[in-house]
């Protein structure tokens, strides 16, 4: 179910700030990275927009959907700063065309550690060995080619 907030971005991150409960005096603030966002809709038709987040594989994926009726520039700028987040996104397949992909995100000010992130295709099972050692091999050559290799 939609909920009603206030939302704005700034270069680092999408602010929601949203009443608790019924109290005019009470609210809290959610700070969700660019980094940490894996992706963001707005439907037009039902005026809602979708922001899922970066999950843990077998996990629910935290996902946050608001009543947004005019979106402004709120849609490009999140447009912008997610993919700004991503340094590297590599496919590599293990059956066929089916496999995994391994991305790496970063904050925008640098100030953290790049983040890797494996997304594995549907049918793909990441507790397979032959899977782990794929996603092992891939990620290490992820990390040597933009200068990680340790």
């Known amino acids: ?27 809290e603030t959610l700070r969700i990275p660019w980094e940490d966002v894996q992706a963001a809709g707005w439907d037009a038709e039902t005026t809602t927009l979708r922001v899922s987040e970066v999950g843990t594989w077998g996990e629910q994926r935290p996902e946050h959907v608001f009543t947004l009726p005019e979106p402004g520039r709120l849609l490009e700028l999140i447009r912008e700063r997610v993919t700004a987040s991503v340094v590297l996104q590599r496919h590599v397949p293990i059956r066929g065309r089916r496999g995994l992909r391994v991305i790496a995100r970063r904050a925008p000010r640098g100030d953290r550690p790049i983040r890797w992130i494996y997304e594995f295709d549907a049918g793909i099972d990441p507790d397979d060995p032959a899977v782990r050692q794929a996603a092992e091999e891939a990620l290490a050559a992820a990390r040597a080619d933009v200068g990680l290799d340790f």
């Open 1 to 27: 179910m939609a909920e009603e907030a206030h939302l704005g971005g700034t270069r680092d991150a999408l602010y929601v700030v949203r009443r608790l409960g019924t109290s005019l005096a009470l609210e």
